[in-house]
C-alpha cells in the first residue's frame, strides 16, 4: 500500500480531497471499513492495516486479492506465511469476516469454517473475484437438479453470473433478470445469455405477456410444475419494499396510499417482486441474499447468508469447496492495485452502475 495515502486517509486531519468521498448514509458502512475516524463532520471509511500482527491462535496470511464492492467486501484471498492449525506454509486461502481485506497482513482465526484451504492452482485474481460468489450460488442452487426452473432477480453481479453457469452445467434454466438501476443492462443481459441463462433481460420484462409465456413453457417441460425465485437484495431497500407490500397486503385502498407516498423505485421493486412470485408459482421456492437489514415478504422468502450455510457445512467443507471448484463458474472482474483502490471506492456508493457486471477486486500483484 501507499503508506503516506493510507496514514493521510486514517488521519483525523487529513484534508477531505485525500479521502475517497464514499457517501454512504450513517450506519450503512460496509462492514470491510473501519468508521472510527471521522474528517471534518462527515464520517468516512478508511482502510484498516495490519502488519506484522501474529497471535498465537491465529494465522498470519499475506493478503493477496479482495472484493472491493458488493456483499462480500469483508472476504479476501491470500497465502499463509506460517503453518498451524492444520493448515501449511504456503497454502493459498478465502477467509471470511476480516476487517482489512485490503492490508498487507491480516490475522486470522484458524476456524475451518471461516478459513478455507482453495486448491493450490486456483489463480489469485479469479478467487478473489468468484469464490465467495460461486459459494452462494452453489448454496442457493443446492436442491436444484436438471430441467428445473430458477428465476433470478438482479442477476447482474457476481452471484447472478455464477448462478446462470451452475445452472447452464446441470441442464437447469435460468432465466436472468438484470436490475434496473443497471444502466445499459443490455451488456448484462449478453453476458448472463453467454454464460448459460437460457434467457436473459431487463427485469421490466418480467411484466411482458412474452415473459409469462416464456415461464410457463419452461415449467411445462420441467420435472416439477413449480420454479425457484432469487432475489438479490443489493440493490433493493428491503424496509421500504416490504412496507409498500404489507400495505399491499392489507387491500388496494392501502396499497394505493402506500404507492402514493412511496419512492417510485421500491414501488417498482415491490410489483416486480409480486410479478416474479407469480410467475414461481405457488409452492415456489424463494431465497433472498444479499445484504438484508430484514426478511422479504414475497412468496414465503428465505434469507441466504454464506456465513449461515458455510458454517452448517463445515463438517463438509471439502466437499463444499470441490464442488465449488468443480463448478468452474467465473466471474468478470476488474483488477485494481493499491494505486487505483481509492479510485475504485469512488464507485461503491452509487446505486446506479453502468458496468454492474464486473466485478472490482483489489490484487496485491495488479500492474
Known sequence: MDLPLLNALARRDAPASRVPSCAYPEGTIPRGYDTTHTVGRAREPHISIMRQFRLASTLSVRMRGAPVRGQFLTDGVGVVERGGHGFNAGDLVHARGLRGTWADRAPLEADATRVVKLPPATPVARAAASFAAAATAYGLLRDVDAGDVVIHLGAEGAVGQCVAQICGARGAKALGLVSGDVLDPEDAVDVLKNLGAVAAAPARFARDPACRALVA???????????????????????????????????????????????????????????????????????????????????????????????????????????????????????????????????????VAKHAYRQPVWLADAP
Not at 252 to 260: D, I, K, L
Not at 330 to 341: G, I
Open 217 to 351: 413453457d419452461l415449467r411445462e417441460a420441467a420435472p416439477s410444475d413449480t420454479a425457484t425465485l432469487l432475489v438479490d437484495c443489493e440493490r433493493i431497500d428491503v424496509a421500504a419494499v416490504n412496507e409498500v407490500l404489507r400495505a399491499a397486503a392489507r387491500g388496494a385502498g392501502a396499497g394505493r396510499a402506500a404507492m402514493a407516498s412511496a419512492d417510485a423505485r421500491d414501488v417498482r421493486d415491490a410489483k416486480l417482486l409480486r410479478t416474479c412470485a407469480a410467475l414461481c408459482g405457488a409452492e415456489a421456492t424463494v431465497h433472498a441474499h444479499g445484504a438484508a437489514p430484514e426478511q422479504l415478504l414475497v412468496g414465503g422468502a428465505r434469507a441466504f447468508h454464506l456465513d449461515q450455510f458455510l458454517d452448517g457445512a463445515s463438517g463438509e467443507m471439502a466437499a463444499v469447496v470441490a464442488a465449488v471448484a468443480k463448478a468452474d463458474a467465473t466471474v468478470f472482474s476488474e483488477a485494481h492495485s493499491d494505486a487505483t483502490l481509492p479510485h475504485a471506492l469512488h464507485g461503491l456508493d452509487g446505486t
